[in-house]
Structures are given as structure tokens and as C-alpha cells.
């Protein structure tokens, strides 16, 4: 089954403590991507990736980092979490090109929350 | 500075009747248009696209407009079920922007039986 899986689900965790979300797809897509979704804010790009090694910003990258050393791995790194970063964390992923199917397909979401 | 806008945060709809969910944008080199549907502790997961060269594309229930001089497009969901209760999101893109996603805020719909 094709899919994006996200690990944690759900997470509590206290400011400072480094701690990693990792996401991974299956379907072989070059393109990964991460986002936050925010009440009143809908979802916004934190980094993005176009193909292994090749990472890049999006809207919101403070405090922030990725790594993508193989296709299918685009872990999100918070180094020193901060209670402004509690959120719904989504990992997508796609295969630019590929004309209607050129989608993103999601995870199911990983659930932050920083005290 | 959100480039892609849902300003109805809410929408309800009786079952069977038409629910139009709009979003506008104000980025003109957008090329390409989205609509993903999200339930409750899941994803976000695509409804349906429609490039800048169209003006509608339609898919079961589904049909997206696009109207380009207005900056414009809508999402028609006929006839409405009670499965369609969701959170939708307008998203738009530039071929030339990594393939990045600008998504709208969100509308919730709720279509009651």
C-alpha cells in the first residue's frame, strides 16, 4: 500500500529536549516535504526537499532542521524545542512531473506539544 | 502575506443540496490548483486539480472552476453527503517553485442529513 507514515503520532514533550519526527514514503517520490498546521492558519510549508541531499526552506524554517539522505527518509529535527512550536506536523510527498498525479500525499500527522 | 485565501472559515449544507466551497488567490503566476480534504486526525488527502489552461474540471461529485481574471476558484460538491464533512484546503502552485504548496486556511464544512 502506498503510503507516507509519520512517527511519532503524538508526542509531549518539555522545552529544550532535542527530539526527531521522522517521516518515510514508499512510492519512491523524489519531492518531500514538511508542514505545520495551525488554528486560523491552515498549513504552512517548513522545509522542503526535491531529491536526496537537496533540501530547502519553505514559509516557517526557524528553529528547524531536515535531513534527507536517502529517497525515502525526510526526518524533521527540532533541536531546542519551544512551546511555539506545538503544533499538528504533517510529512507529504510527491513525484513532480507526473502530470494529474503530481499530488502530494500526506502522512497522518504527528501531534506536538512543547511545555 | 497569504497568497492563497478561504474566507469562509465555516460552511454548512443540508444533505442533497449544493455545497460550494471558494478560495482566492492573489499570486498570478499559480499555475496549478488543489483541493485536499481532511478528516479528523488524518491527513490531508487530494480531492481534485485543475490547471491554470482550464477552467473547470470535474470528477463524480466533484467539480473545481477556475476563473483567472478574478483570481478565483470554487469547489462544487453536488449533491452533498454526510461523508463530505470535512476540512477543506485551497492550494496553489508555480512550476517553478519547488513544487511548493500555498495552502488557504481551511473551510469546514458540515452538510447535514
Known amino acids: 500500500e502506498a503510503q507516507v507514515t509519520q512517527n511519532p503520532r503524538y508526542l509531549i514533550t518539555v522545552t529544550g529536549k532535542k527530539l526527531t519526527v521522522t517521516c518515510s514514503q514508499n512510492m519512491n517520490h523524489e519531492y518531500m516535504s514538511w508542514y505545520r498546521q495551525d488554528p486560523g492558519l491552515g498549513l504552512r510549508q517548513i522545509y522542503y526537499s526535491m531529491n536526496v541531499e537537496v533540501t530547502d526552506k519553505g514559509d516557517v524554517p526557524e528553529g528547524y532542521k531536515v535531513s534527507r539522505k536517502e529517497k525515502r527518509n525526510f526526518p524533521l529535527i527540532l533541536e531546542s524545542p519551544s512551546p511555539n512550536q506545538t503544533s499538528l506536523y504533517f510529512c507529504?510527498?510527491?513525484?513532480?512531473?507526473?502530470?494529474?498525479?503530481?499530488?502530494?500525499?500526506f502522512g497522518p500527522g504527528t501531534r506536538l506539544t512543547v511545555l | 502575506d497569504q497568497q492563497v485565501k478561504q474566507n469562509s472559515p465555516s460552511l454548512s449544507v443540508q444533505e442533497g443540496r449544493i455545497s460550494i466551497l471558494n478560495c482566492d488567490y492573489t499570486?498570478?503566476?499559480?499555475?496549478?490548483f488543489l483541493w485536499y480534504k481532511k478528516y479528523p486526525a488524518e491527513g490531508p488527502t487530494f480531492l481534485i486539480s485543475?490547471?491554470?489552461?482550464?477552467d473547470k474540471n470535474e470528477d463524480g461529485r466533484f467539480t473545481v472552476f477556475l476563473n483567472k481574471s478574478a483570481k478565483h476558484l470554487s469547489l462544487h460538491i453536488v449533491p452533498s453527503q454526510p461523508g463530505d464533512s470535512a476540512v477543506y484546503f485551497c492550494a496553489a502552485r508555480t512550476s517553478n517553485s519547488g513544487y511548493a504548496l500555498n495552502f488557504g486556511k481551511g473551510t469546514s464544512l458540515l452538510v447535514t442529513p
Open positions: 485543475i490547471s491554470s489552461i482550464k
Open positions: 507529504a510527498s510527491s513525484s513532480p512531473g507526473q502530470g494529474v498525479e503530481d499530488t502530494q500525499y
Open positions: 499570486n498570478s503566476m499559480f499555475d496549478y
